[in-house]
């Protein structure tokens, strides 16, 4: 099994010294954040694309996604999502990133109404993806949390470049056991975000194993193709504790969990 941590635990860190970190600790890719205040993002340009990609290929680190938030299931004109779709996707492909990250975003619309909105996005988006050798994920997060409110939107897409991240904070949060949020995104899952927090009214990230989240559970149904990526938001929650000197005991913790099951 992989590792990856996400640059949202790191914020504002030079890509040097990201994958140094990713290098040291013995984590085999990234996720990158991709937002203007961040060093990568859609607005760079063809030269700083490059110098990026040869930052990862000194390291011998992986970029595994281009997480953006685009909402495809937004209220609204579909140019401008499919505007940030192109853009992700555009960046993705130039880094030789395999996936660009997505939230749903459906606000209070009608259910049905959202995923079909956001089916008919994806499914568009998708054969742009595919041209390109980039797949999106939708991630399991705000309108749609869960493993099964996901799956109702990729099932009507049907295609291989539309898929999903499993954070599992998130189905956790809605009551969906880790079995049953797994079973529903199987068909369609890239890979999984872990976490750990206090409760379900304290989110503040906690080193991996401090908190309460079933992670040996979500873990165990897993195969060892599945990539970890370790989603600590520091940039939300500036007071918790600095993400480096926790990456190495994180990663010793999932391989713990994974080789015991406890």
Known sequence: MKFAFSTLGVPGMPVADVVALAADTGYQGIELRADPEEPVHPGIGARDR??????????????????????VAAPGDDAPVYKELDELLRLAKDLGAPNIRVFPGGGDQDLAEAEATAARRLGAAAETAAGLGVRILLETHDSHR?????????????????????????????????????????????????????????????????GVLPLAECLATLTEETWLCWEYEKRWHPEAADLPGLLAPGRQHLELLLATGT
């Open 50 to 71: 490059a110098a990026v990609v040869a930052e990862f290929e000194r390291a011998g680190v992986e970029i595994l996604t281009v997480c953006g938030y685009t909402g």
């Open 146 to 210: 869960t493993g099964a409110a996901v799956s109702r939107i990729l099932g009507p897409v049907g295609h291989k470049h539309a898929g999903a991240i499993w954070d599992v904070v998130h189905p956790w949060l809605d009551g969906e056991e880790p079995a049953a949020a797994h079973a529903a995104l199987a068909p369609f899952l890239g890979y999984v975000q872990v976490k750990d927090v206090a409760s379900r009214d304290d989110l503040a990230p906690l080193p991996l194993g401090a």
